[in-house]
């Protein structure tokens, strides 16, 4: 074996490994994200499955999984975001509700009433 191969050669087991590696920390992610899914934690399955998107880009079904989870999110997010701008309100607090409104717009690009 010649210098030149063994280098190849090497290079070639390291990507591999490092392709193994990348493939078993997205299946962590995709687990964690589905028993988040379970859990009703809309939030934390859309972080983990965009996680697992980074590690394996490509995956159509994954990449659909995570834009799902990340919608849920989102209008969780947004009605939380919501609710508490509007009692900021009521308290008299208006740099905070606009914090808060502004995170309401960033979500919600088409809400006119949060503008």
């Given at each position: 074996?010649?210098?030149e191969?063994a ?10 490994r490092?392709?193994?590696a ?6 962590h ?22 996680l697992a ?5 490509g ?13 849920h999110?989102?209008s969780l997010?947004?009605?939380a ?5 509007r ?12 914090s ?12 006119a009433?949060?503008r």
């Amino acid at each position: 074996m010649t210098t030149e191969s063994a280098m190849t050669a090497l290079k070639r087991r390291y990507e591999q490994r490092v392709a193994a590696a990348r493939a078993a920390q997205s299946r962590h992610f995709v687990e964690r994200g589905e028993a988040a899914i379970a859990a009703g934690d809309p939030v934390s399955a859309a972080n983990a499955l965009r996680l697992a998107v980074r590690l394996t880009p490509g995956d159509p079904l994954l990449e659909r999984l995570a834009h799902d989870a990340q919608s849920h999110a989102e209008s969780l997010l947004g009605d939380a975001y919501s609710k508490q701008a509007r009692y900021e309100e009521k308290a008299g607090r208006w740099t905070e509700a606009a914090s808060s409104w502004r995170r309401v717009c960033e979500i919600r690009k088409q809400d006119a009433d949060a503008r």
